[in-house]
């Protein structure tokens, strides 16, 4: 049976091995885990998701308290519509993150950027524009636009210096959202260099309706194959979510995959940037203790742990801090049902919200615990400690084991000791 290692993946001059790490905001895929998919050949996915918040935490700026400053007259008015982000800031946060990953890049390998339409920052077209060319212009090796159609997303970038070089790929979950990408954007002449197909059993939001588990990733992928067979379009086919074993990712790659998009098994690595206590919670999780909601004001369903601690958590809306989320009108589904239950509960403290959540202060806070369904089998990949909890794995671990692996095995780690 074949495995990982015998396949690699075509990118214009490129030879890559044929395994990405897909891109987790807020900073979950860190730039050293994205790196380390680079050096060891193939390729890693930084986020821009809430940039301002990285650029603080990484590079010592002050985009946050000083947006807060700026618009803390608003705090409590209802009507966030004049909560904008300064698009000059969104420059320099997404160049300081970018030039800072790219400088430390080694090896082959190449580091992409994770760019989700659905991050409409009260003037989608706008923060969404500058965001691509600022990656472009810092460097990044290529852009892959999630978490939306964005149909109309190339045509942001299409005067840019690096449109046709940097490699610029879409997330779909159908044949139909791929169809009507490519449909949108024949005039401009620029196929996209490569196509993830995310399934049903990703990890963060999905491309599904609360039917998720109707759908099957191989099936998709199969029909993506297809189309593209028919159009005669060599673009590689990139599978994701799901994809546990390296003989799950060598099935994709024999039936005609250009390479695996991968990340749950990376959120128990030493270099992913959830915090130490959450990656033990993902370890711990059992398959009952998972579920896909409805709590995203991105109206996307989402996958997490129940135990998440942003789940229900009624505090105030941090718009005039974050505001990621705020649609072109400057509102947010949060918003909404914050006010509902402060309305209903005047007494109260604070108040218990349930059917939305302030996804940009939990995200912050690492307080959702996004993840994908098979995070209930990390706990067989690694070895456990004399006090109960779960030895980190390394990056390198994760993928050398998904490169090489064969009979659905996975490598356990060397037991450290402590
Ligand atoms: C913790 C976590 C956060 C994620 N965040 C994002 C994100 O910000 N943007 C995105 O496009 N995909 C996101 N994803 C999806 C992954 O990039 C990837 O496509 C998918 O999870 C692959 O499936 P797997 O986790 O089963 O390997 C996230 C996944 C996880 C596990």
């Known amino acids: 049976m074949k495995r990982v290692d015998d396949f690699r993946l075509r990118l214009g001059k490129h030879e890559l091995v044929p395994i990405m790490i897909g891109g987790m905001g807020v900073d979950i895929s860190t730039a050293d885990l994205a790196l380390e998919a680079a050096r060891l050949g193939g390729i890693g ?14 590079y010592d700026t002050k985009h946050v308290k000083e947006k807060l400053a700026l618009f803390k007259y608003n705090v409590n008015n209802e009507d966030k519509s004049s909560v904008k982000f300064d698009l000059g800031r969104l420059v ?9 990953t790219m400088t430390r890049k080694r090896g082959d390998g ?10 409409t920052m009260n003037a989608p077209k706008e923060t969404l524009k500058v965001r691509m060319s600022a990656a472009l212009d810092a460097g990044i090796d290529g852009i892959t636009l999630a978490a939306g159609l964005h149909l109309g997303s190339f045509a942001l970038i299409e005067d840019h210096p690096r449109f046709r070089d940097a490699k610029l790929g879409i997330i779909v979950s159908s044949v139909r959202a ?11 002449n620029r196929l996209p260099d490569y196509v993830v197909v995310e399934g049903p059993l990703a990890g963060g939001h999905l491309g599904f309706g609360m039917d998720w588990s109707q759908y099957d990733l191989a099936t998709i992928v199969a029909e993506v194959l297809q189309f593209l067979h028919d159009e005669q379009l060599a673009i590689p086919v990139i599978p994701a979510g799901g994809i546990f074993t390296g003989s ?12 695996v998009q991968v990340a749950t098994r990376f959120t128990v690595t030493d270099e992913c940037g959830l915090p130490a206590e959450v990656k033990q ?7 009952e203790d998972i579920e896909v909601n409805q ?6 369903p989402m996958r997490m742990i129940k135990g998440s601690p942003g789940i229900g958590d009624g505090i105030r809306p941090n718009c005039e801090a974050y505001g990621y989320l705020l649609d072109a009108n400057g509102k947010c589904s949060y918003i909404t049902s914050y006010n509902r239950e402060v309305a209903a509960h005047p007494e109260a403290r604070k108040v218990k919200v349930w059917d939305k959540t302030c996804l940009c202060t939990h995200m912050r806070n690492f307080d959702i615990w996004t993840c994908g369904q098979t995070t209930s089998r990390l706990k067989d990949t690694t070895v456990q400690q004399a006090d109960g909890s779960y030895q980190l794995l390394s990056a390198e671990h994760v993928f050398r084991d998904y490169q090489f692996s064969t009979d659905h095995q996975v490598a356990l780690p060397q037991a450290q000791s402590r």
């Open 45 to 58: 996915h930084i986020s821009d998701a809430m940039i301002n918040t990285v650029s603080d935490r990484r």
């Open 92 to 100: 320099e946060a997404t160049r300081l993150h970018v030039e800072a």
């Open 110 to 119: 190449m580091v992409f950027i994770n760019c989700m339409e659905k991050l």
């Open 178 to 188: 791929l169809q009507l990408f490519l449909k949108k954007n024949a005039k401009l």
């Open 248 to 259: 799950d990712a060598a099935a994709f790659l024999e039936q005609g995959a250009g390479a």
């Open 281 to 287: 919670e993902y370890f711990k999780a059992r398959d």
């Open 295 to 300: 709590i995203s004001p991105t109206g996307y």
